[in-house]
């Protein structure tokens, strides 16, 4: 949300949730937001939940630079790498799921993390070969789109448990030029 807010030219402010402590599923977070995750957006008189569809809105709202392709077949295929990372990689690695691991299977840090890397490998591999098919400078031509916004943060995620992300040239090569725009590179997490 942020790279989309940063590429977008929208000034926000951002509220740290400390998700390691819970403070998400508190009592005062729950009534900024119901759903107890983040990301949370207040905009245009509004709040607005969950990744994806903040990330719509603001390419339905402020149109300019476009997220999402005009054309209808380029915008699935962006939405099919979108869809790719928020429900086939991005949950394999979140807290809830951690916490899961570690309460029923009584899996400790490294072995919680190994089983996440092995699913996200396994689902960067496939977006490799996804990606392999298209042509352009990033994940769908020649412009940043929403494929880039969600992937972006996913690399760096998967470097950070321990994935080999150079196994998949078209990935890194991609995570090397979205790191080198200012949108990508000022908005990574600082806590």
């Known amino acids: 949300m942020r790279i989309a807010l940063a590429l977008?030219?929208?000034?926000?402010e951002s509220v740290?949730?400390?998700?390691?402590?819970?403070?998400q599923r508190g009592e005062a977070y729950r009534s900024v937001n119901p759903l107890a995750q983040v990301p949370c957006l207040e905009i245009?008189?509004?709040?607005?939940?969950?990744s994806v569809a903040i990330v719509e809105y603001l390419d339905e709202t402020r149109p300019e630079p476009a997220l999402l392709p005009r054309d209808?077949?380029?915008?699935?295929?962006?939405?099919?790498?979108?869809?790719?990372?928020?429900?086939?990689?991005q949950p394999l690695h979140n807290i809830a799921v951690l916490e899961r691991l570690a309460a029923q299977f009584d899996?400790?840090?490294d072995a919680a993390v190994a089983w996440?890397?092995?699913?996200?490998?396994r689902r960067l591999a496939e977006l490799e070969a996804r990606l392999g098919e298209g042509t352009g400078r990033f994940a769908r031509g020649d412009a940043v789109s929403a494929a880039d916004v969600f992937l972006f943060p996913q690399l760096r995620k998967a470097r950070e448990l321990g994935v080999d992300v150079a196994r998949f040239p078209r990935l890194a090569e991609l995570e090397k030029i979205l790191g080198e725009?200012?949108?990508f590179r000022e908005t990574a997490p600082t806590r």
């Open 181 to 183: 725009l200012a949108a």
């Open 116 to 121: 996440c890397g092995y699913w996200i490998e």
């Open 107 to 109: 899996a400790k840090a």
């Open 44 to 50: 245009d008189g509004r709040r607005l939940a969950q």
């Open 72 to 89: 209808p077949a380029e915008r699935a295929r962006v939405r099919e790498i979108v869809e790719a990372v928020n429900a086939g990689i």
């Open 16 to 23: 740290w949730i400390d998700l390691l402590s819970g403070e």
């Open 8 to 12: 977008k030219g929208i000034a926000y």
